[in-house]
């Protein structure tokens, strides 16, 4: 199995490929990307069809793939005239093949709308096409594969710094709070390697406190003692990839459904309340939870933060506990500073299947069963619920900014002025 999302090269010859992520964590396959968008019968599997179909997920890594992809499409253009031909490019007139260009990247922006990484990256190509200094189809080439190759490296820089800038939140926190002994944090979706270049953001920082806050390497009087991911419906990119991935590091956890964080919480927080339950006992750590750490999708002027569906609820079970501080975790590319404030978020809705029908792995002598035709993992996909009911599907919620304590980006962790306020 891979952590490996997104694999590009530039040369000897250019390509890109995707970690199917709709099969992991049951195999580890990897798709070619040969186009920004579908187009007739000329392009084979496009990065617009990689991002909707949630073959690759994750803010960061829709914007990686997103800006590979266009990459891929010119480099395709420029070096073979009947693709370019079948796809209505004009590679003999510039600023006919400008235009082109854009149009097909406007057509990539829509694939998933409430992540911002992927607008912010491909305006930030759309600008690089505007630069009336560059007046060759090579210069630009060369001009967005650097940029592209720039961005996916600052992404993995990004997340370390979000991964250290985390963790210093914590530790101060914790001092001011002169708190003892151990914690545990609780966090939603996947924020992990496979959703951005590598290391993650929330998932980043969580992998800080097992690295440096753990029991065997605090040098202060608290230590990071477990992980509650929520499994994440209706995708499940919490049981999936985030179990896979904490697995994967070693890192202690406890998967748990989105409709127990409250039970969960008030039994570790406020043990008195439930003596008599017997809980406690059933649970590999006992530690009160401390920090609430989710990734985001897009993060609006005032700090409203739109996430996974699921991520507001937990920060109004967090209002309730003065002790739990919420955090999101996430690069600028995902902080949209022309949106004041997260009303004006547009919520994706995603098709109903995604909520009646699972995709998963048999399970044959408690291991996943081989499909004896193609030797890949066999995976079954079956239907939970009646046929023909009325479904809803919204793939995300928005955080008011009020219910969140610190947001932290590569740069530094944020904090509310005492009005209330974040400055971002
Ligand atoms: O629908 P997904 O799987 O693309 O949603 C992903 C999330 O909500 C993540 O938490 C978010 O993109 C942050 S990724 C570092």
Known sequence: MSLQAIKFQSSPKVSLSILNQLQVPYQSKYLNIDSIAPFKDVTTFSGYEAIKGMYTRGAPAIMLVGCFAIVVEMDKVLNDESFSHALNYDISNYENFKTRLLERIDELIQSRPTAVNLANGCNQIKSIIADSSITTTSDLYSRILSFSENLYKEDFQSNIDIGNNGLQYIIETLKAENFKGPFSVMTICNTG??????????????????????????????????????????YNQGSRLTAYELQYEKIPFTLITDNMPSFLIDNLNRPENHQNQHILSTLSSNAPLRFIIVGSDRIVKNGDLANKIG????????????????????????????????????????PKDELTMVLGAKIENNKFAIDSKTGDVALERVRMAPLDIDVWNPSFDVTPHENIDCIVTEKSYITKDSNGEFHL
């Open 193 to 234: 390697s496979l959703a951005t270049s590598g290391h993650g953001t929330a998932l980043g920082i969580i992998r800080h406190l097992n690295q440096y806050l753990s029991k065997e390497t605090t040098e202060y009087p608290f230590y990071f003692e477990h992980t509650y991911p929520c499994e994440t419906r209706p």
């Open 311 to 350: 991520t507001f609820q937990l920060s109004l079970i967090s209002k309730l506990y003065d002790e739990i501080k919420f955090i999101g975790a996430a690069p600028i590319t995902t902080i949209d500073y022309n949106t004041e404030s997260g009303i004006d978020i547009k919520i994706e809705e995603r």
